[in-house]
DNA sequence: TGTTGATACCGCCATG
DNA sequence: ACCATGGCGGTATCAA
């Protein structure tokens, strides 16, 4: 999978570092990841906020890759290089995936793409964004939006909510999970932008991570916290502790998060029945299941793979 | 659907 | 004084 991060004159750095960070950036642990690059369609250096002056290879067409970030654009009056629109245009067309971050979504706006379509930006220009387009349908109250190949997000950190959902897709649900943790994140919002992780920070060292590696390859098993905090070689008090400050939510809870995310693989992507589905998740009964099921999403299980399941998306 | 025994969570405090 | 740790135990939550 080619990736395209599109840089321009001006570019906002801390967009463009969320889309390297994500999918630039080489993950070895991984037996399949993007080739991404940085590309421009300008002839001159770019300038950036700073006195940063960034090369970056120059291209005509997106043509051989699989993927294009938008990782911000201006929001003032510029006009847009028809090149570059029509290049856009052409590579939506031939089936290529376009993804935009904070004020990309004007970039894609401007090609008219997202036209009779949901989409959402930063809420600081969110006004002009309507003013502007009011052919597409704007979301003000949601992190991103991922639909049909195009998506795009609010400000800030949704940028990585957003490269998550994608990473998600392409790789499964512990390839992402791996990826946030790496990030130093917590691992999926998918609420509205009230939603803010305060402090997720993740010592890098110790058994922790390992820890929780380790239980995502063995959700089938019972798994009760005093273990995990005895395989992260700390008390079980301490480990409580850690596990809030790093991810925001209590062992139990992220547990049964993993093991739904789990659910959600084999509802879509097999046809074990629900009560192997239960055993296979480390859910155990069926019962148990779809409680959890049901609290967490709001639809049982069964009615999500009527939804979602292999019958439905061959793809 | 309700009961109950088990587990989880987190504030509090002592310790290094 | 500060900080991280971890034991204790009351309450909340969970699974059978």
Redesign the pocket.
């Known amino acids: 999978m080619r990736v395209a991060i599109l840089s321009y004159d001006q570019l906002a750095l801390f967009e463009l570092g969320c889309a390297v960070e994500l999918f630039a950036l080489a993950r070895p642990e991984f037996e399949q990841w993007y080739e991404a690059e940085v590309v421009t369609f300008d002839d001159a250096p770019l300038n950036a906020t700073g006195g940063i002056q960034i090369m970056s290879k120059c291209i005509k067409s997106f043509a051989g890759y699989d993927m294009l970030v938008i990782p911000s654009w201006p929001t003032d009056d510029a006009s847009v290089a028809k090149s570059l629109l029509h290049a856009i245009v052409k590579f939506a067309q031939s089936g290529g995936r376009l993804i935009s971050f904070c004020s990309g979504s004007f970039l894609l706006a401007e090609t008219e793409l997202l036209n009779d379509r949901k989409a959402t930006t930063h809420w600081r220009y969110a006004e002009r964004f309507k003013k502007r387009y009011p052919r597409v349908q704007y979301c003000d109250d949601v992190l991103y939006i991922y639909d049909q190949k195009i998506g795009c997000s609010a400000g800030s950190s949704a940028a990585i909510d957003l490269g998550l959902e994608v990473i998600r897709q392409d790789f499964g649900h512990s390839v992402a999970n791996t990826v946030a943790r790496r990030l130093i994140l917590a691992a999926h919002r998918d609420g509205g932008q009230s939603q803010f992780v305060e402090t997720p920070m993740v010592e890098k060292h110790s058994h922790f991570a390992a820890t929780l590696d380790w239980a995502i390859e063995h959700l089938a098993e019972p798994l009760?916290?005093?273990a995990l905090a005895v395989r992260a070689c700390?008390?079980?008090?301490?480990f409580?502790?850690?596990f809030?400050a790093a991810m925001n939510m209590?062992?139990?809870?992220w547990l049964?998060q993993q093991r739904l995310f789990l659910v959600k693989q084999l509802l879509e992507n097999s046809i074990l029945s629900i009560e192997d589905i239960a055993q296979q998740s480390g859910f155990?009964?069926s019962l148990?299941l779809r409680?959890?099921f049901k609290e967490r999403f709001n639809i049982s299980p069964s009615q999500y793979r009527q939804q979602f399941g292999p019958c439905v998306t061959p793809n």
């Open positions: 009760s916290v005093d700390m008390s079980r008090r301490t409580d502790r850690k809030r209590s062992p139990k809870e049964s155990k009964t148990n409680n959890n």
